[in-house]
């Protein structure tokens, strides 16, 4: 990046970014589907994708057939996710120390999907809560990915403009919602669930590794 396009502050999405956990989510998803009386359906996995607490646990219930009330599908699925965090934290290779390395030099702060226990979670379980300085949930704000409300609360949360903050995203909704809230995207494309060549079409870099992301903030990337 030139010296023009350095950011201010760096936003981060948390599953498929920092954790390789977008594949547990769907597991959990599934399995919580299976067990309560619903149909997994053909999409749901990427429908979901982005979507609020509140916004898939309805879904849940609404589309998939869940028989349980949308508050106590989404207790269960977080508690079983939670549980993964506990014992297996699925952190990615090199996702610490490159939060380590960015937020050192820049404001940082977590613009995730995930409810905020799974981001004290895995901030706990890495000690990146001495190094990111904000965490924003899309439960806290008006709505999930693609919606840009959790970056621009983000944004906001380090008193950074959002068209001043960098935003790294892997998802198809991820990469829509940091483009909408008007910051510069990064995408580094998650291998389980790619996006949408239209999604990461809105990404001004694309890196194959979270670990290519102190290269790309010093120039030479």
Same mark, same amino acid.
């Given at each position: 990046m030139s010296g023009a396009e350095i950011p201010r502050a760096v936003l981060?999405? #948390? /599953?498929?970014?920092l954790a390789d956990s977008e594949h547990l989510w769907d597991r959990v998803r599934r399995?919580?589907?299976?067990?309560? !009386?619903?149909?997994?359906?053909?999409?749901?996995?990427?429908?979901?994708? !982005?979507m609020s607490t509140p916004e898939w646990s309805n879904y849940l219930v609404t589309e998939l057939g869940v028989r349980l009330p949308a508050q106590r599908a989404a207790e269960t699925v977080v508690e079983r996710m939670a549980?993964?965090?506990?014992? /297996?934290?699925?952190?990615?290779?090199?996702?610490?120390?490159?939060?380590?390395?960015?937020?050192?030099?820049?404001?940082?702060?977590?613009?995730?999907?995930?409810?905020?226990?799974?981001?004290r979670a895995f901030l706990e379980v890495t000690g990146l809560d001495e190094v990111v300085g904000h965490t924003v949930s899309s439960e806290e704000?008006?709505? !999930?990915?693609?919606?840009?409300d959790v970056y621009l609360r983000a944004a906001e949360g380090l008193g950074v403009?959002?068209?001043?903050?960098?935003?790294?995203? /892997?998802?198809?909704?991820?990469?829509?919602?940091?483009?909408?809230?008007?910051?510069t995207?990064?995408?580094v494309p998650n291998p389980?669930?790619?996006?949408?060549?239209?999604?990461?079409?809105?990404?001004?870099?694309?890196?194959?590794?979270?670990?290519? #992301?102190?290269?790309?903030?010093?120039?030479? !990337?």
């Open positions: 981060f999405d #948390l /599953d498929g970014v399995e919580v589907t299976a067990e309560f !009386g619903g149909r997994w359906a053909e999409g749901a996995t990427e429908a979901m994708m !982005g549980e993964y965090y506990r014992t /297996d934290p699925p952190v990615l290779p090199g996702a610490v120390e490159t939060v380590r390395w960015v937020g050192r030099r820049f404001p940082t702060a977590i613009a995730s999907s995930a409810p905020p226990r799974i981001i704000v008006g709505a !999930g990915k693609p919606a840009p403009p959002a068209e001043s903050c960098l935003a790294v995203e /892997d998802s198809g909704n991820g990469l829509r919602a940091a483009a909408a809230a008007g910051t995207v990064v995408a389980h669930f790619p996006p949408a060549p239209e999604a990461l079409a809105l990404a001004s870099h694309r890196l194959e590794a979270i670990t290519r #992301l102190p290269e790309l903030l010093d120039g030479s !990337g």
